[in-house]
């Protein structure tokens, strides 16, 4: 179905609203406490408290996978909105704030904690950098897991060329009753739908859910990595994967960390190597940064091949720092190497 | 009088408790927003909402000038406690949490928040830094300044060889009549008193509380910079400045940013350079950490020359990154230069 009337937003996404409480720390930290290492595991308040009595001095910084993705975009000067819950907290101030301050619309009201004790606060994500870099990530929801489906702007929705959703909030049941309401929304709007699968452990619970929203044809922009082709797909190989999706999705992006990025995208096919960087910092945000640069191209109307080269760059320009949000001027980054 | 036994801690520290809010911005938005450029500005409630609500995205990192201070001291291996005044909230936990990761002991109690309307939440410092790495502060100090003498461990203050104190802190009265109390059960210990005067405006408000102090040798390491020499003497001229005070403070330190620092102890003096960085960050913290590196020399009785170096070192990781304590392996770095 045609859009029924120009979009006043380029993108708007749900996705859980954390902070990233980020530290370095040395390879036996990770074995010691037993973390899932390089991956993401959802932890309870007692966990999160045990692991941060753990951890090494941190830096908190606003993250949120699809939140990340929105701030890249922001940041390439797109129209972006925001959906996701935050509880009535200083962390909560701190991701609001945080949003705002890039130029994102988000206005989904704070979770009271009146009753501090039994209310959950802002969800939070507990990040373990080891000297490699690589980031292993530990995230207690908090309030994010109650998004309702009420509290969806379903005119806000509406009114979005994209709707982008990130996997990681289809594992709660609240948030992901409103993410299907709002998939509804967008679509009788005309809008498109982008889908971030986030994590193989939620394709692993929920992997049926989204090939069914892949046959019928409800996504137009997929991205995952090449873990999380073989999960969606059962294909070990990354071609045969590929040639799985690659028919059933408008626009296929998967990437591969440093070994570059691959996207399908109408039976057209193209590729992008890894930009290389001095240091890896943190790879936290690579992911996400490199979806904001792909589609800052795809809105524009970008040939493929140009879209993944912005995607690398931007996924380059967030791994050499800590935090998940780019700190560079990401339009001047570009308009250098492209 | 000589200390009545053998120390238990290092250092001891009182200072403020509070979190560094620090965002990157354009020269003109300290302009627009009336800034005291480079200087630090204390704030009431509303005018941190309204400057939060200007700031660009931000990451929190613990601060605190005294913190700080000891942060480096205890990554340089020393043994350290803090007191200091955080609120039962939210960033109150993260700034226990990095003092005792750490690995500093902290256990002055948390101020209750339980009407949160009307009691001060833990203070935090909203740090804005200019393309050229310098830091302009504003500081809501928040439940800080209710640092009362009741929250003083006197035997904690008594075992610990030195005291140190932020100037800072000198200005709500709470806590100054805590630190005069301190200065009191450290000195009937017989142990050493070490004040940074922080800032020429405390010094404009409270000169004559520490020119007093100085002519009775209560204190016996002070840390001043260039401008804090001029306001405190009186004399315009560096070394007019030095030499009034030289002979009343035992140890002088006397920082110029990047044209190094000199200090004068017992009728010797020495200088150093400042040690080159590839590229100034953030300067929050410089002072800081030079402090730190000056006090791990001096109290493993190093020469004067290299307590200045160990400060140099310290001073030049910390403006290399944003955050006002260290990251690097400090005891590594310092083996390496020294």
Redesign the interface.
Known sequence: MPANNPPRYDVIAIGNAVVDVI??CEEELIEELQLNRGGMTLIDEARADEL??A????????GGSAANTL?GLATLGLQCAFIGQVAD???GK?FR??MR??GIDFDTPARPTSDKDSEP?TGRVLIFVTPDGERTMNTFLGAGQFLPAAALDEELIASAAILYLEGYLWDPEEPRRAMRRAIEVARDAGRKIAFTASESFVIERHGDDFRSMIEEGVIDILFVNETELATLTGEDDFETGLAALAGKVPVLVATRSEKGAVAIAHGERAEVAAVPVTKVVDTTGAGDQFAAGFLSGHVKGEPLERCLQRGAICASEVISHY?P?P?ADMQALIAEHL
């Open positions: 530290a370095s941060y009595e951890m090494p001095p941190a830096r908190e910084i606003s701030a907290d200083q962390l701190v704030h945080d301050a890039t606060a935090g949000r700190e």
